[in-house]
């Protein structure tokens, strides 16, 4: 009798019907009828698996907007959407008001240090209170729900060449809640039923000062 091995894709690590990306899962080759080995990730253009790539981020992102679906992000975790946008707000961020006495840098490095060392005590936070999700999975959807933020961020920046007034400062300061208000409840929504029912306030809180710093940075930064 022929029994025939599921084909596993490479980045999705499942049967290629329900894909998710994210896992690590090593394919294997499956034999068709005729015995020819069929095509897997291996044999696939680069360019392909880019695509793949950065739909599998789009997708988070959607996610992330619409924040629904619980376990999209924790069970297809990955961490290139949050590198993508630590990079992007720490390259905003940075300072240009004087180019001869400051190139940036610290701030540059700043913002990572806020991003990745902020997530991992999120993260450190929510495993010592018993929360049952991985160390990565956590990080991706801490990083992950840094899309509102960084939204805000540019709709600040659109703000800031646009004029200098209290009004638009009140503009700024609205945009801003608004992406930390949304981050926020975004990662309630995906990290919250990981946590003990007696000890949810405890692990929301590390993550309401996570957000509320970097939407201050977004808050505060003035390139002029």
Same mark, same amino acid.
């Given at each position: 009798m022929?029994?025939?091995?599921?084909?596993?894709?490479?980045?999705?690590?499942?049967?290629?019907? @329900?894909?998710?990306?994210?896992? /690590?899962s090593i394919p294997m080759p499956n034999n068709d009828?005729?015995?020819?080995m069929e095509f897997n990730t291996l044999d696939e253009?680069? @360019?392909?698996t880019i695509k793949r790539d950065l739909k599998a981020v789009g997708s988070k992102f959607k996610h992330v907007l619409y924040p629904t679906e619980k376990t999209s992000l924790l069970k297809e975790?990955?961490?290139?959407?949050?590198?993508?946008?630590?990079?992007? /707000?720490?390259?905003?961020?940075?300072?240009?008001?004087?180019?001869?006495?400051?190139d940036g840098g610290p701030e540059f490095a700043e913002v990572f240090v806020i991003v990745w060392v902020g997530a991992f005590v999120v993260t450190l936070n929510s495993k010592l209170?018993?929360?049952?999700? @991985?160390?990565?999975? @956590?990080?991706?959807v801490l990083g992950y729900c840094l899309l509102p933020t960084a939204l805000a961020l540019v709709a600040c920046v659109i703000l800031l060449y646009t004029g200098q007034s209290t009004f638009f400062f009140v503009l700024r300061f609205i945009v801003s809640c608004?992406?930390?208000?949304?981050?926020?409840?975004?990662? /309630?929504?995906?990290l919250g039923d990981s946590q003990p029912a007696g000890k949810k306030g405890l692990a929301v809180y590390p993550m309401f000062l996570f957000y509320f710093v970097i939407s201050w940075l977004v808050l505060s930064h003035n390139p002029h």
């Amino acid at each position: 009798m022929n029994t025939a091995i599921p084909k596993l894709d490479m980045y999705n690590g499942m049967e290629s019907n @329900s894909p998710v990306e994210g896992d /690590m899962s090593i394919p294997m080759p499956n034999n068709d009828l005729a015995g020819n080995m069929e095509f897997n990730t291996l044999d696939e253009p680069v @360019s392909e698996t880019i695509k793949r790539d950065l739909k599998a981020v789009g997708s988070k992102f959607k996610h992330v907007l619409y924040p629904t679906e619980k376990t999209s992000l924790l069970k297809e975790w990955d961490l290139w959407g949050p590198l993508l946008l630590c990079t992007f /707000m720490a390259m905003v961020l940075q300072g240009t008001e004087d180019a001869d006495s400051n190139d940036g840098g610290p701030e540059f490095a700043e913002v990572f240090v806020i991003v990745w060392v902020g997530a991992f005590v999120v993260t450190l936070n929510s495993k010592l209170l018993g929360g049952h999700i @991985s160390f990565f999975q @956590s990080v991706c959807v801490l990083g992950y729900c840094l899309l509102p933020t960084a939204l805000a961020l540019v709709a600040c920046v659109i703000l800031l060449y646009t004029g200098q007034s209290t009004f638009f400062f009140v503009l700024r300061f609205i945009v801003s809640c608004v992406g930390f208000a949304w981050a926020t409840i975004a990662s /309630m929504v995906f990290l919250g039923d990981s946590q003990p029912a007696g000890k949810k306030g405890l692990a929301v809180y590390p993550m309401f000062l996570f957000y509320f710093v970097i939407s201050w940075l977004v808050l505060s930064h003035n390139p002029h």
